[in-house]
């Protein structure tokens, strides 16, 4: 079922340190401006990007008609409440102005991990470039290890976030969740995202594979109204990655898991993204392939109303 939309606006939330736009260390602090607001109500959702890592960044379109009709993908990212931006690859600036979403209304990013078709420092900086000379600094939040690894970034607040520690943003309440995959020479723990509004959740789980177990006993306190898989591998069996990415085979399971133990909502959507290039059949296809399972794989450009 699909619901309007609750507009949601609230200055984001701080944890214990950030660095400022500036590039200096701010001092510990337990203000929370966030922290007491009512939460929205329903999330909006529109794909950036759907790709993974294997999609041309030389031949990405200019026509937004050819990502809206699935023919590339951009790297994968996603805009939740119009404000609220998952990941920050190269293809992000171009697909905003593709999509008409004006970098003013971003607010905060929040970064998986820092594989570069996750997190482009660049592309961030050129988004905060275009916004609105009043704007404020927009927030950046990734892993605590990571925050301490990247220099200050030009209109940009760092912000650190830890696996398994609730913090809001734009009247939502988001926890952290340790995924299945890394990042190599670092220290820094991928996350999935789960978002809840006053009645609403969603899990963000791209770049891992199957769950962490204590991620897992999360879930089983949780009633998931949609999800977006990573979906990486595809029908490929026997494939290397699915120790840190998913197959159909995979996701398949995890749903008749999730459904079983009633995690997953009646009206659940379930939506794939982070599909290979070499690993998918064109978009048409993959789509009337699922449509019968109940999954929907998602398209550069895709609206959805959870």
């Known amino acids: 079922m699909f619901l309007r939309t609750a507009a949601c606006g609230a200055a984001a939330a701080s944890l214990e340190s950030y660095t400022t736009a500036q590039g200096v260390s701010a001092a510990k602090t337990a203000l929370n401006p966030d922290n007491n607001s009512v939460l929205c109500e329903a999330l909006s959702l529109k794909f950036l990007g759907t790709g993974a890592a294997d999609w041309s960044l030389d031949q990405y379109p200019d026509n937004p008609d050819t990502l809206l009709a699935g023919r590339h993908r951009g790297f994968s990212s996603m805009l939740i409440n119009g404000s609220v931006l998952i990941d920050c690859g190269p293809t992000v600036p171009k697909a905003l102005s593709l999509l008409h979403v004006h970098p003013d ?20 900086e050129t988004i905060a470039s275009r916004r609105s ?14 925050a301490r690894d990247i220099a200050a970034m030009k209109g940009c607040f760092v912000r650190p976030v830890k696996e398994y520690a609730h913090f809001r943003v734009q009247q939502m309440d988001i926890l952290p969740l340790e995924a299945n995959h890394r990042v190599e020479n670092s220290t820094e723990k991928p996350l999935y ?49 699915i120790f840190e990415h998913n197959s159909l085979s995979m996701i398949r399971q995890i749903n008749q898991t999730l459904s079983k133990q009633k995690i997953y909502a009646p009206d659940a959507k379930i939506i794939l993204s982070h599909l290979a290039r070499s690993l998918h059949p064109e978009h048409a296809v993959l789509k009337k392939e699922l449509e019968s399972e ?6 550069d450009g895709l609206d959805v109303n959870v």
């Open 105 to 124: 209304s971003i607010t905060d990013i929040l970064i998986t991990h820092t594989h570069g078709d996750h997190f482009n420092r660049q592309s961030i």
């Open 133 to 146: 000379a009043d704007k404020t600094a927009m927030n950046v939040w990734m892993h605590e290890n990571a």
């Open 193 to 241: 995202y789960l978002f809840k509004t006053s009645n609403k959740s969603l899990l963000y789980a791209l770049d891992g594979a199957w769950l962490t177990t204590r991620t897992w006993r999360v879930f089983m306190q949780e009633k998931l109204d949609a999800v977006v898989w990573d979906a990486t591998i595809g029908k490929q069996e026997g494939d290397y990655r």
């Open 294 to 299: 109940g999954m929907l794989p998602a398209h």
